[in-house]
């Protein structure tokens, strides 16, 4: 099912906030580096090595993918192995222009290549060790769908993040029928102004401001910018944030009850 | 009406001549306007707003403004179309007429593709999902953009049947258009199509094999090879006649005499290119749009192949280009700015971005206002503010829908327009007396040598590890020496503080001869053609630097030695030693040593001097790294006794002095994250008055100028 609407709207998003907010993304930076091998039949073709570039050195024949990939991880002392098949992207993207449906959203299409690619994981694709995938952009895109289909599906969101008693970031989204239907930030409230004293406590004047200009809210999210980096890069982060509820870092207010179950 | 004939339509345009462009400007009604707009979307913007936004561009100093005309804003069923008869927010006539009124000039871009974030890029659903219409991929699929929210099959621009859609929306605007062209109305403008490369964005063998594209193939292998004969004995086969090609699917050689076949099909993308924009000028120029301007956009600051410049303003008067980058990525705006400023008749940023799209690169304001001086800095002499208005998916412009302004980016556009007005930047030139040229032979081979797609991107597999490393026989592996080579000489140039600009191997000769030297990678093989004007430029009293190779062989990979038959050049027989860090390399006369590691030689041809390097020099993929590469540059460079422009005690800080005779405005721009100091060279009666703050400097001749990491100055010269 399309998780974004075809007539979905983006306007009065606050440039600044939306910046802080795709900046917070976690981008993998790898301090020993990712080798990535490119092999046919039972010979590696093409070595690159993320911090040295072209490795000719390590080219030529190998005996098993998992072997070459569990060996040159440790030897090459690199965070990852990745290794694919030649062919095999072009192959997936035939494969999955083939199977694309009018009626599909961006998410959904990229769901075709992540199911694609988990069926050639270990087959003509290798990743060494298994959890780096994790660490992958389109990794980032299985957390957005999961995140996604875990609110729920009629919702206003709202989104708010502190600094310094500043809004630093803002976000708040309306889904209707598990569809995102607006995309906006606490532009769209002007000409209200939001003083805050405390924001653990003066967000509820935000919340009653989204209420009055747009509709009543169903789930608020607030915090502070440290604490919401760390959610971010955290492996575990509905502990980390039933964590940081108990300290006050956190607050969701209203909490749906689908989601009150899960933290 | 009677089906639509491509060729009737391309044969019937008369190329119109190009009077409204002058110099940098565009000469409207008598004055000499600078291309100075911004992008504001009326069918987007309330209408009891457009005046106050309308007002609010004048605010700012913009004389121009341009807008998208979308297909499927105004189908609102299958061939019925709405220009504010039904909604008025679609009144576009009436949103014309209020330009006129208040005074601006616009461009509109009534597609067929404009994307403006809408649903399928602007095309009408019913088009893209008919089958006669869409592109095809190599493996027989349709050919997916992967836009947001909704993935679309791109249409085939070879398509008749397309262009008869097209032209049933183009029937419905373009009387409109007609009743507002200048003088009449504020129409000066019109960009066709945006972003069309898009079609190609997955690898060499990503589209178009619809059979519609598969004429289009043969009409151009007919259109470049004499006869099939000729074809035949390139390609080395016995095809009777050209329908008979079948177009590659996939890289499946590794033999170089089959190399040609592929070289065509990379070649053939750019034609489609041109061919598309040229069917679409004349759809419109049959419908009475005569008489302005006609440009198109690509979205990449420093265009790749497809996307050929030469090619596409044959077709139309301007190709503009896109500026989406982070400070980070200074470089590639610079690289961009400077081709453009080579290459183009006018050097334009149809896409001049402030703010972004949601899903794309998170720019911030200063960023952005960072990229804008950048390019003009580098030669940019027109621009579009895209977007200057906020719409719905779009993000960050300097005035909302409601006309509320944000002050920082407003008071910074309207502060910059003024400085451009009063140092009349776009009437001053610059000596640039050397030339880097891109080897379109070499990029499309090694265009075709890359598998990378967007799904390569997404999955963080890097486009060096998809590059094919095949030698097909060659001395080396072209498709990764060539780009090696070329940044060298890019960042010894870079180093050397000599002005330079970068052009492309399809530029003509007299074009080339504007420049006393030129530096061009050449390997195994290089056409019979180009080997031809290169010898043209040097006997016309040019100096070209190439090398590792001379060429021996023709773009049909069969013996060609032109260039080293007249040049007397030969590669030594022990060839291309390494340059090391720091060793001595100094060019003599007819001189190629390997011993001593000096490879090269100089030789007199006509009026000119040919020099060839037969070196490889180390990875330089910096100004850091450019120690040997900038060595090299400064021995070619030695006997025509160029002077450096600006600091050469620090090669960090990029300096551009506009102004022939003396330097009139001096743009000064640390790239680095470091601070930095430079030392401006003026004559001792000359003061510097800074161009944004209107302060003089207190002092008379040379200064010292701090700057922050990625901060800049731009100083005009005061006698």
Redesign the interface.
Known sequence: MRRIAENYRVFDVAATHWTNLLNTIPHFFSERGVLYLRYQSSEITQAFHSLQGIRPDLTGPFSTPITVVQQLQQREDVDAVIMVEEGLVVYLLAKIQAAFKPEMDILQYIELAQEGLKEELGRRFHVWPEEFWGKSTFSLFERVQTLLDALPPNIVFVLGIFEENQIWASLILLRVDGQIRLITSTKILEPFEFEIKEWQTDYRSLLKAVKEKLAEPTMGFFTDDETFRFLLRSDTPLAFIAQARKTGQIIIDPVPSRIRSRI | MEPISIADEVSSRVVQPLLKIEGNTIRVEGAQLPLYSGSIDYWQIPLENWSKVLDRIIGLGFRIISTAVPWNVHEVASDLFDFGTTDKQRDIEGFLTLCRQKGLYVTVRPGPCVNAEL?YYGFP?RVL?DPEIQAV???G????I????????MPSYASEKFYDEVSKFFDAICPIFARHLTPAGPIIGVQIDNELPLLFM??P?SADYSSHALRWYHEFLASKYPSIGALNRAYRTRYATFTDIEPPR?LATTEREAIPRYLDWMEFQEYYVGLALSVLASLLWSRGIRGVITFHNTRSTFPSLPLNISKTEKELDLQGAGLYLKMPRYDELRRGALYLSTVSRLPFLAEGGM?TW?WGP????SEQQFALVVALMHGIRGFNTHMLV???????SPI??SA?I?DQQYTFLKRFLTILGNLQLHTLQRNVPVILLRNFEYERLHALCK???W????????S????T?RTFSYTETIQ?AYPALWNAFYWGLTSSKIPFGIGDTDMDRPALSQYQALFLPTFDFMSEDLQKKIVEYVVRGGTAIIGPEVPYLGSDMRGCTILSDSAKLQAPSSRRPLVGLHDPFTLKKDDVRVGNRVAGSMKAHGKGTFIYLGITLP?TLSRDDAVDAENVVSQSLKHLKLAPVGDVQNPSVDEVYWGTRSPQVIFLLNPTNEPQSVSVKVAQRNLLRDGWTGEQLPQRGPQEIALNAYDFRIFEVVR
């Open positions: 649903n659903k999902y991929s190599a493996y699929t349709k050919v997916i992967p836009a947001t929210p909704t993935p679309f099959p997955n690898g063998f996939a703010g949601p998170s720019l911030t304001k906020n719409r719905n998916r779009w993000i960050g909302s829908e509320a944000d598998n990378n797609n799904l390569t991107d997404l999955i963080d597999i890097p060096e590890l998809l590059l490393n990764k990875p």
